[in-house]
């Protein structure tokens, strides 16, 4: 019930292949945009383009499959942990073979093949014999869903790795550009030296877009970006 705007006159072009970094401080407006560019917000005003076709247009189901996104308050399932990373793709959710893909590309392969009962694992406590994991082997098993969409055009990570290290998210932003390449990647983050890997950085400020261009360009600016990276 806001009768302020959560988003003004924002206007961007993403092109295959094309990384976007989204900076502001919290309730700038980040993870609404992503939420208006995946179709679980509907704009009031002004539109937005997947193909030339509006959004609204698109069939939903062909459309969510173009989409491979990671919120900050993902989903932790009281599933067999192979099914917890088979729910990014309900068509494939039982499918072992992607399961074991996915994990593979989310950097979760390396600890699950340490437990005992591998993918078979039950997670939770909810049931006899659940076990629980650790926050960044929750977000490594958060990644791996979202490559279970093998056909995504556009992959979305806000925020996934805020419980890692400084370390271990840059190793993993480093990986998933390299899984992306040909990909839209759009990222959300408060370290500065993730955000700096991406072709393109936005910064948001009380909804409005108030800098964009590259890492360097912004420095060169002094602005806003300069000033929080510095």
């Not at 459309?63 to 919120?71: E, K, P, S, T, W």
């Amino acid at each position: 019930d806001s009768a302020e705007p959560a988003l003004q006159g924002v206007c961007l072009h993403l092109k295959p292949g094309d990384s976007l970094a989204l900076v502001g401080e919290n309730g700038s407006g980040k993870t609404t945009l992503i939420k208006l560019l995946t179709r679980l917000y509907q704009p009031d005003q002004g539109r937005i383009l997947l193909d030339g076709l509006d959004l609204q247009q698109w069939q939903a189901d062909t459309l969510r499959a173009r989409f491979g996104v990671i919120f900050q308050d993902f989903g932790r399932y009281q599933f067999l942990l192979g099914e917890n990373i088979g729910a990014g793709d309900m068509e494939h959710f039982e499918d072992r073979r992607r399961w074991r893909q996915a994990a593979e590309k989310g950097m979760a392969a390396p600890f699950i093949a340490k437990l005992p009962a591998g993918y078979d694992t039950q997670l939770g406590k909810w049931f006899k014999g659940g076990r629980e994991l650790s926050g960044g082997q929750w977000q490594k098993i958060a990644l791996a869903r979202a490559f279970m969409r093998s056909q995504a055009d556009l992959l979305v990570l806000d925020e996934p790795t805020a419980t890692m290290d400084a370390a271990a998210e840059a190793t993993i932003f480093e990986h998933f550009r390299a899984l992306s390449h040909g990909k839209m990647t759009i990222l959300i983050s408060h370290r500065f030296s993730t955000v700096r890997m991406a072709d393109q950085i936005i910064v948001i400020n009380k909804g409005r877009v108030v800098e964009q261009g590259s890492h360097e360009q912004l420095m060169q600016l002094g602005g806003q970006y300069a000033y929080l990276f510095s």
